[in-house]
């Protein structure tokens, strides 16, 4: 039996026994007609439950930890993104291995995916604290987190590892939103400030794609945000060429999924017109690949939408062909 996606290859006939033999194991009450859904799933089990269907293992061989994290409570418009890591998985199982933008498929040993991570409901600050507890033990031990979200105030957390660790690192941002509140709604810690608390960390952060921003941080930030129309005006390439010389060697890449324009991506709690598109992130990825060190990675912000699946096919193919430019 060949493996390939999701798909079990049989030999020709094989499926016939396979139907036979459990067809003969139910018992006569049972023996209803198969239909052809249930025959195709019988014949076609999904792989494994981990990120890109991988199975393996082994934590010590990866290269790249998942973390997934289903949280939303720091969210300020519409809830939902609790669900993405989930959705994101799931997609994620059938996806083709073999990539022609790689030129070859991902290993299986390359990749680890840890269990959901339990949701601190105290506080904000407490669940980042819990996130940053984690990515702190992946970094540890010499490996790329992946954290898969959930709301963009975790994404604290994970900075606040790396900084925990003495890491000296650039924040690439991209969103529609600039996430520079000082508050919102009386916290410091939801996913509005993220890159304010990020800024009392690490000095070097660029923010690409923006179109939402308040006055003073439009004023005070000019210099380090692409704006989406600046990026629709340069194109991918030049804005690739712009972030790698206004970063360091090692850095961390968030992607609140909203900025993608919502015409390809609808699944997000705040959407914003005018956005950027899959080709303009992955070109992003295969420069970026070229020049710097990914020290994490984090996707967040997918509020998937019942019945429609496009857009956390797009997530977790983001996430492949991300990892697949990094890891080379
Ligand atoms: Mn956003």
Excluded at 39 to 56: A, C, H, R, V, W
Excluded at 96 to 123: H, I, N
Excluded at 146 to 174: E, Y
Excluded at 199 to 224: N, P, W
């Amino acid at each position: 039996m060949l493996r390939r996606g999701g798909l079990v290859l049989l030999a020709p006939g094989q499926e016939i026994d396979i139907v036979k033999r459990l067809f003969e194991t139910k018992r006569d009450w049972q023996k209803a007609p198969l239909s052809e859904a249930a025959i195709s799933m019988l014949l076609n089990p999904m792989p494994k439950y981990t990120m890109f269907g991988f199975d393996s293992d082994d934590y010590s061989s990866a290269k790249v930890v998942v973390l997934p994290v289903p949280y939303d409570h720091a969210t300020t418009y519409k809830a939902g993104s609790r669900d993405g890591p989930h959705a994101i998985i799931e997609a994620s199982r059938s996806i083709e291995p073999y990539s022609y933008e790689l030129g070859r498929k991902l290993e299986d040993k390359s990749v680890y995916t840890l269990d959901e991570l339990q949701p601190d409901l105290d506080s904000l600050e407490k669940m980042q604290d819990r996130v940053s507890g984690e990515v702190a033990m992946i970094i540890d031990d010499g490996k790329i987190p992946l954290m898969l979200g959930g709301d963009h105030s975790l994404t604290i957390g994970a900075i606040k590892a790396f900084k925990k660790r003495g890491r000296d690192i650039s924040i690439i941002h991209l969103d529609a939103h600039a996430d520079s509140w000082e508050e919102l709604f009386g916290s410091k810690y939801t996913h509005g400030s993220v890159i304010t608390r990020a800024g009392e960390m690490y000095e070097s952060i660029v923010q690409v794609g923006i179109r939402c921003i308040d006055e003073e941080s439009a004023k005070k930030h000019r210099d380090r945000i692409l704006f989406a129309d600046d990026f629709g005006k340069m194109g991918a390439e030049k804005a690739a060429e712009w972030i790698i010389k206004n970063t360091g060697k090692d850095v961390y890449i968030t992607i609140d999924i909203d900025v993608l324009d919502p015409s390809e991506m609808p699944s997000v709690g705040t959407p914003e017109p005018a956005g950027l598109f899959f080709r303009d992130l992955v070109s992003i990825m295969k420069s970026l690949s070229k020049e710097k060190n990914l020290a994490g990675m984090d996707i967040m912000e997918l509020a998937p939408i019942p019945g429609i699946v496009a857009p956390n096919f797009l997530a977790a193919k983001l996430a492949y062909l991300s990892l697949g430019f990094f890891l080379k």
